[in-house]
Nanobody
Framework: EVQLVESGGGLVQAGGSLRLSCAAS????????IVWFRQAPGKEREGVSY????????DYADSVKGRFTISSDNAKNTVYLQMNNLKPEDTAVYYC??????????????????WGEGTLVTVSS
């Protein structure tokens, strides 16, 4: 059974930092992407960043480039999202997801195969 468990969310002041973790288990895929999404209240879910488990390639949404860094620890089956210089507009529930087929863009919500339950990040001004 595929499981994704996010952790690390919380309340932080603007300009602060958080590191989110996504612990993955139950995978049998040889080549897949792990994607971080977020959903703010009243807004659509949007892609934040992705990392390829196979070759480590990454990409970011323009809104977080230069502030967020995605990384993976293959030995721990865990993907991290380091978030620096947080802004109130980063407030959202953050989800990690698995894309096992890469048949669409990395930020295509409909292209994900599995989702975690999410972790809430709140940035106060």
């Amino acid at each position: 059974e595929v499981q994704l468990v996010e952790s690390g969310g919380g309340l932080v002041q603007a300009g602060g930092s958080l590191r989110l973790s996504c612990a993955a288990s139950g995978f049998t895929f040889d080549d897949y992407d792990i994607v971080w999404f977020r959903q703010a209240p009243g807004k659509e879910r949007e892609g934040v960043s992705y990392i390829s488990w196979n070759d480590g390639s990454t990409d970011y949404a323009d809104s977080v480039k230069g502030r967020f860094t995605i990384s993976s620890d293959n030995a721990k089956n865990t993907v991290y999202l380091q978030m620096n210089n947080l802004k109130p507009e980063d407030t959202a529930v953050y989800y990690c997801a698995v894309d096992s087929t890469q048949n669409s863009g990395w930020d295509d919500v409909g292209g994900m195969d599995y989702w975690g339950e999410g972790t809430l990040v709140t940035v106060s001004s």
